[in-house]
T-cell receptor
Framework: AQSVTQLDSQVPVFEEAPVELRCNYSSSVSVYLFWYVQYPNQGLQLLLKYLSGSTLVKGINGFEAEFNKSQTSFHLRKPSVHISDTAEYFCAVTPYSSASKIIFGSGTRLSIRP | GAVVSQHPSWVICKSGTSVKIECRSLDFQATTMFWYRQFPKQSLMLMATSNEGSKATYEQGVEKDKFLINHASLTLSTLTVTSAHPEDSSFYIC??????????FGPGTRLTVL
C-alpha cells in the first residue's frame, strides 16, 4: 500500500519570496511521483512528475521538485512566488503500472501575501 | 496536451432526484477513467475505477447502487448519483488515463442537492 504525507496544511508567504512545500511518501513498491495544483473551483492541473532519471524535475510556472529516495521525499520549490500561485497543491504517487489509481496527499494551501 | 472535459460544471437538484455527470477524453482514448469526490478544503478521495466495457471497481465504503458508473466507450464515462440527498453535495472530479503513466483530470462538477 502507498501513502502520501503533506506535513503543512497551509503555507503563507510574501510575494517574491521562495517557498518549499513538503511531501513524504511511503510505498512497498516503486512509484511515480506527481505534484498537482488546484485553483479555486477548478480541477487539478499537473505541475510536474518524476518517472525516472534526474532527481531534479522542473515543471510549469517555475516550479521544481527533487526526488530523494533515501528520505522518501518529493518536496516542491519555487524561488520567487507570485500572487497567481495562490492555490491548493497536492502531492501524489502512483505505482508502476499504466493508468493506476493515484494516492493523494491531504494538500497544502499556499497563500501569497503582497 | 490531453484534454478531459466534464459536463455539467455545476448542477443544483432537488433531494430525491438523480443527476448524471459526464466525463469525456477529447483527444485520446482512455482505457481507464477514475471518479473522485472532494469535500471542501479536503483532498480527493477515489470513488471508483472504470474500464471501458466492464463493470466499475468501487472503493470501500462507496455505495455501488447510489453512484452508478458507466464507461461505454473509450472517450466517455458517466457517473449517476441516484436519489441524491444533501450529503451528496460535493465536488466530483474525473480523470482519464491512456497508455502512459499520467492521468488527466477534468475541471470538476459541483453538485448541490437542496
Amino acid at each position: 500500500a502507498q501513502s502520501v504525507t503533506q506535513l503543512d496544511s497551509q503555507v503563507p508567504v510574501f510575494e517574491e519570496a521562495p517557498v518549499e512545500l513538503r511531501c513524504n511518501y511511503s510505498s512497498s513498491v516503486s512509484v511515480y511521483l506527481f505534484w498537482y495544483v488546484q485553483y479555486p473551483n477548478q480541477g487539478l492541473q499537473l505541475l510536474l512528475k518524476y518517472l525516472s532519471g534526474s532527481t531534479l524535475v522542473k515543471g510549469i510556472n517555475g516550479f521544481e521538485a527533487e526526488f530523494n529516495k533515501s528520505q522518501t521525499s518529493f518536496h516542491l520549490r519555487k524561488p520567487s512566488v507570485h500572487i497567481s500561485d495562490t492555490a491548493e497543491y497536492f502531492c501524489a504517487v502512483t505505482p508502476y503500472s499504466s493508468a493506476s489509481k493515484i494516492i493523494f496527499g491531504s494538500g497544502t494551501r499556499l497563500s501569497i501575501r503582497p | 496536451g490531453a484534454v478531459v472535459s466534464q459536463h455539467p460544471s455545476w448542477v443544483i437538484c432537488k433531494s430525491g432526484t438523480s443527476v448524471k455527470i459526464e466525463c469525456r477524453s477529447l483527444d485520446f482514448q482512455a482505457t481507464t477513467m477514475f471518479w473522485y469526490r472532494q469535500f471542501p478544503k479536503q483532498s480527493l478521495m477515489l470513488m471508483a475505477t472504470s474500464n471501458e466495457g466492464s463493470k466499475a471497481t468501487y472503493e470501500q465504503g462507496v455505495e455501488k447502487d447510489k453512484f452508478l458508473i458507466n464507461h461505454a466507450s473509450l472517450t466517455l464515462s458517466t457517473l449517476t448519483v441516484t436519489s441524491a440527498h444533501p450529503e451528496d453535495s460535493s465536488f466530483y472530479i474525473c480523470s482519464a488515463g491512456g497508455r502512459t503513466d499520467t492521468q488527466y483530470f477534468g475541471p470538476g462538477t459541483r453538485l448541490t442537492v437542496l
